[in-house]
């Protein structure tokens, strides 16, 4: 679910089951070009469609994290956003990017880094949909064990 579809009113009754919040990372730097922009865009809808969908009930969508001046920087503000969307009253907090290449970030408050595999003709491709189950379904077993 995204965060827009959230009426006020409904949060308190939703909030109980709304336990994990996905921070999508674009990664861009803004020295793309308007197609590669697209495009990256693109690949990081590819990789939170298959999670928002299989997980409808339990996930709220936040608005992306797009730009920041390096990798460093990126994972420093996003391991604060994770931190805040925790303290705000979501138990987990799992960033998702299109980028391979961040699936390395070191993100001590987020509770999964999720991102496609490098070079892959598919998007998303079904290894990405196997990894991406198992994470969060182990990552809520593990809590609830």
């Given at each position: 679910?995204?965060?827009?579809e959230?009426?006020?009113?409904r949060?308190?009754?939703?909030?109980?089951?709304?336990?994990?919040?996905?921070?999508?990372?674009?990664?861009?730097?803004?020295?793309?070009?308007?197609?590669?922009?697209?495009?990256?865009?693109?690949?990081?809808?590819?990789?939170?469609?298959?999670?928002?969908?299989?997980?409808?009930?339990?996930?709220?969508?936040?608005?992306?994290?797009?730009?920041?001046s390096?990798?460093?920087?990126?994972?420093?503000?996003?391991?604060?956003?994770?931190?805040?969307l925790?303290?705000?009253?979501?138990?987990?907090?799992?960033?998702?990017?299109?980028?391979?290449?961040?699936?390395?970030l070191?993100?001590?408050?987020?509770?999964?880094?999720?991102?496609?595999?490098?070079?892959?003709k598919?998007?998303?491709?079904e290894?990405?949909r196997?990894?991406?189950?198992?994470?969060?379904?182990?990552m809520?077993?593990?809590?609830?064990?």
């Amino acid at each position: 679910m995204k965060f827009s579809e959230i009426e006020r009113e409904r949060w308190a009754e939703l909030q109980p089951y709304l336990d994990t919040a996905l921070l999508p990372l674009s990664g861009l730097t803004g020295k793309e070009s308007p197609y590669e922009a697209t495009a990256a865009l693109e690949r990081l809808r590819d990789a939170l469609d298959p999670i928002e969908q299989a997980y409808r009930g339990r996930v709220v969508t936040y608005p992306a994290l797009h730009y920041a001046s390096d990798d460093e920087s990126l994972a420093a503000l996003t391991d604060e956003l994770c931190e805040r969307l925790k303290r705000s009253g979501f138990r987990y907090c799992v960033v998702v990017t299109g980028e391979s290449r961040l699936r390395g970030l070191t993100v001590r408050n987020a509770s999964a880094v999720l991102g496609p595999e490098p070079e892959t003709k598919e998007a998303p491709s079904e290894l990405y949909r196997s990894y991406a189950k198992r994470t969060i379904e182990g990552m809520w077993r593990g809590a609830d064990a």
